[in-house]
């Protein structure tokens, strides 16, 4: 079965991948991933406070940005929470890239351009074949208008691909007003490629300390859902190639990615339960089905049910909407 795919201009034996995560932490974890069938190999995310800590800022990155990280281990982050530095994080991705033979894509995560231009060009300068840019940025401040928000994003992906030759994919939240729109603009400023979706860490609140208390939960099936219907939403309208990243737990949650419109599958939550060799699960579980249905290639059933292809596009949109509500008994 042919499940070959092409992603941010990498040419992959299959769609299948992990997602940014502590998965890539170790030389043996990263080459049981690849042994499994891992088509690259996604670093998890250096964050700018690390970087900002490293210029000597970090007080500052603190102060600014403490409310815009629900990913990062605390909101008050120290050095020592971090499984590596800007330094360590440079050599790790050399080091991957001599022990396995397939692509590494690195990961910044962050709100605003400063330092990262650096290590965007260090990142680069160290092996990765691409660059996922995490732009995880929760707005709270009610004078910022929404357009500021997008305005900034689009000014650091355009500096960083004015620095960069490799190819750079942007990680969105799902929380744009006009996503399709948005996604366009992306690819205007350069965008090589779009991950959908970056998961907020909704922080819990501990009653007895008075405090917000950092949470993580896992993915799980559900949450595919939402990513499916703007994969389907956004792939007519660009020409780069979207991931989707959430959800994916099962060979058949991969295949209704790609009938939405995905070129590439990250997996974390799955790989992190059930460990690395899951991901040959997941592959037989696609060869599977699609040899069952008579699907000679991935790219057949790409975008097939996108909102442009699928027979009922309005499903995506009010339709399915005014169907549940009047369908419930």
């Excluded at 909101?75 to 590596?84: I, K, N, S």
């Excluded at 929380?175 to 366009?184: G, I, T």
């Excluded at 922080?203 to 896992?218: G, N, R, S, T, V």
């Excluded at 590439?264 to 460990?275: D, E, T």
């Amino acid at each position: 079965m042919d499940l070959k795919t092409e992603y941010l201009g990498l040419k992959l034996d299959s769609p299948l991948m992990p997602g940014a995560s502590p998965l890539s932490d170790t030389l043996d974890g990263v080459r049981k991933l690849e042994d499994a069938g891992a088509s690259c190999i996604v670093m998890r995310s250096l964050f700018e406070e690390q970087i900002e800590h490293e210029l000597g800022g970090f007080v500052a990155a603190v102060e600014s940005t403490a409310h815009t990280h629900a990913e990062a281990a605390s909101y008050f982050p120290q050095a020592g929470d971090f499984a590596m530095g800007p330094d360590e994080y440079l050599d790790q991705i050399a080091t991957i890239k001599e022990a396995v033979d397939i692509p590494v894509i690195a990961s910044l995560n962050g709100t605003t351009r400063r330092g990262w231009l650096t290590y965007a060009r260090n990142i680069e300068e160290a092996g990765a074949d691409a660059l996922e840019l995490n732009i995880y940025y929760l707005a709270t401040d009610p004078d910022e208008e929404g357009a500021a928000v997008e305005k900034r994003t689009l000014e650091i992906v355009r500096a960083v691909k004015g620095a960069l030759k490799i190819p750079v994919a942007v990680k969105l939240s799902p929380f744009f007003s006009s996503l399709p729109n948005f996604a366009r603009q992306l690819e205007l400023a350069g965008a090589d490629g779009l991950v959908l979706f970056n998961r907020f860490y909704q922080p819990d609140i501990d009653i007895e300390a008075l405090e917000a208390a950092p949470l993580l939960h896992l993915s799980d099936p559900s949450e595919l859902l939402l990513r499916l219907r703007w994969l389907a939403i956004v792939q007519p309208v660009v020409a780069i190639p979207l991931a989707v990243s959430g959800g994916v737990h099962h060979g058949i949650h991969a295949l209704k990615s790609v009938m939405a419109g995905a070129s590439a599958v990250q997996v974390v939550s799955a790989l992190i339960r059930r460990g690395p060799a899951y991901l040959k699960t997941l592959r037989e579980d696609m060869v599977r089905w699609m040899e069952e249905h008579e699907y000679e290639s991935l790219e057949q059933m790409r975008g097939s049910m996108s909102m442009a292809k699928c027979p009922d596009p309005h499903a995506f949109s009010r339709a399915n909407y005014m169907k549940m509500l009047q369908s419930w008994r």
